[in-house]
């Protein structure tokens, strides 16, 4: 049995060092249901504008401080591997999901391993810088936990943390999956809590690694919800008995307004977990003006998983760019690009094809190898 934390009313996750001065207004980029690879850039630009202004800082022309950003959202369907299983290959029913143009896959620098996003889940990332809201990458991750399970106590939901990374309503259920990417103390990506994600997408994975948990979902918590149980506490938005708001919240979750709901309650959380007092909003055209006006691409580092359905390949493909250096095996409509740009140096990657990248192709002195 895992040992759970529960988590008390106020804040139990303390900044290690109070912030020296109070945090900037949180700039929140709401999105709806989108790409992955669209916020992926997005979420670099944010992230690289807070890195240029940390290397700035000793030059003669130092830029200032970026404010807090959040980026919230849903995906089309896609499974993500975090930074530890860059040279997995994925598993044979997400490649039949993959060749049936019905999800997607990438490899991303975040912690953790494999995940699901898609509809129905709310996304939530973070680019902030830890030192400035005096948090320590441990204090972090619980303040996002933290801010789930109050969230949760909102809509009827008792939850717990672990010794493992997230957010749980049984000791083999989990809702919510936390996972993040930290470079001189700036973050990225997040946290992703399941409302009414259909959960059959996770039984193709091992989710986060966890043998023998399952993913679980409000909507199915609330299902299940039995008893009269009372609910009391701060913040909480239902009246009567736990399984009276159950039934409140499965006649609306399929709704809009109600997710918007949700989403609100999360950024409220988060805002309050990282010290923000304020919030505004900013677009997707500000945001690409930012990358324009520092210079940032938005290159993001995230290998996507494709199958060339022409060829009956699988191949790993960086920046548009397919990691294969035989133009015999690169599609038409790709050859242009491959002959512009030039194949990757494998060198310079973590995914070295020799060191196992997760290719059905790979160079060997003796031609190509079929993995």
């Known amino acids: 049995m895992r040992q759970r934390f529960r988590a008390p009313r106020g804040n139990l996750w303390k900044p290690s060092t109070p912030p020296i001065r109070s945090q900037p207004t949180l700039r929140v980029l709401s999105l709806p249901q989108s790409d992955y690879s669209q916020v992926s850039k997005l979420q670099s630009i944010l992230f690289n504008l807070h890195l240029l202004h940390k290397s700035s800082q000793n030059t003669q022309t130092p830029i200032r401080q970026p404010p807090p950003f959040l980026i919230t959202t849903s995906f089309h369907p896609i499974y993500t591997f975090g930074r530890r299983e860059a040279s997995r290959t994925p598993p044979e029913a997400v490649k039949q999901l993959l060749s049936e143009n019905k999800a997607s896959v990438a490899y991303t620098p975040r912690g953790g391993q494999v995940t699901f996003h898609g509809p129905g889940q709310i996304v939530a990332y973070p680019i902030i810088d830890l030192k400035q809201h005096g948090l320590s990458p441990r204090c972090y991750i619980r303040a996002l936990e933290n801010a789930v399970i109050r969230v949760l106590e909102q809509f009827a939901i008792r939850a717990f943390t672990t010794e493992e990374a997230g957010v749980w309503v049984r000791d083999d259920r989990k809702v919510a999956s936390i996972g993040v990417n930290l470079r001189r103390w700036v973050s990225s990506h997040g946290l992703?809590?399941?409302?009414?994600?259909?959960?059959?997408?996770?039984?193709?994975?091992?989710?986060?690694?966890?043998?023998?948990?399952?993913?679980?979902?409000?909507?199915?918590?609330?299902?299940?919800?039995?008893?009269?149980?009372?609910?009391?506490?701060?913040?909480?938005?239902?009246?009567?008995?736990?399984?009276?708001?159950?039934?409140?919240?499965?006649?609306?979750?399929?709704?809009?307004?109600?997710?918007?709901?949700?989403?609100?309650?999360?950024?409220?959380?988060?805002?309050?977990?990282?010290?923000?007092?304020?919030?505004?909003?900013?677009?997707?055209?500000?945001?690409?003006?930012?990358?324009?006006?520092?210079?940032?691409?938005?290159?993001?580092?995230?290998?996507?998983?494709?199958?060339?359905?022409?060829?009956?390949?699988?191949?790993?493909?960086?920046?548009?760019?397919?990691?294969?250096?035989?133009?015999?095996?690169?599609?038409?409509?790709?050859?242009?690009?491959?002959?512009?740009?030039?194949?990757?140096?494998?060198?310079?990657s973590d995914t070295d094809p020799d060191e196992g990248a997760p290719l059905f192709l790979t160079r060997r002195r003796r031609g190509w190898d079929y993995l």
Do not use: H, Q
């Open 192 to 348: 992703a809590l399941n409302v009414d994600t259909d959960l059959e997408w996770f039984k193709k994975i091992v989710a986060c690694g966890l043998e023998g948990v399952e993913m679980w979902s409000m909507k199915r918590e609330w299902e299940e919800l039995e008893g009269g149980d009372p609910v009391t506490g701060e913040g909480v938005l239902v009246r009567g008995s736990r399984e009276m708001a159950a039934k409140e919240n499965l006649s609306a979750v399929d709704g809009k307004v109600f997710k918007r709901k949700i989403v609100k309650a999360v950024v409220a959380e988060i805002m309050r977990e990282i010290g923000c007092r304020d919030s505004s909003p900013i677009t997707v055209e500000e945001v690409e003006e930012l990358g324009r006006e520092y210079g940032l691409s938005g290159e993001d580092g995230v290998e996507f998983y494709k199958f060339w359905r022409d060829k009956g390949l699988y191949v790993r493909e960086k920046g548009g760019i397919p990691e294969v250096d035989d133009e015999n095996l690169v599609p038409e409509e790709l050859k242009e690009t491959v002959e512009g740009s030039g194949v990757p140096d494998n060198s310079d």
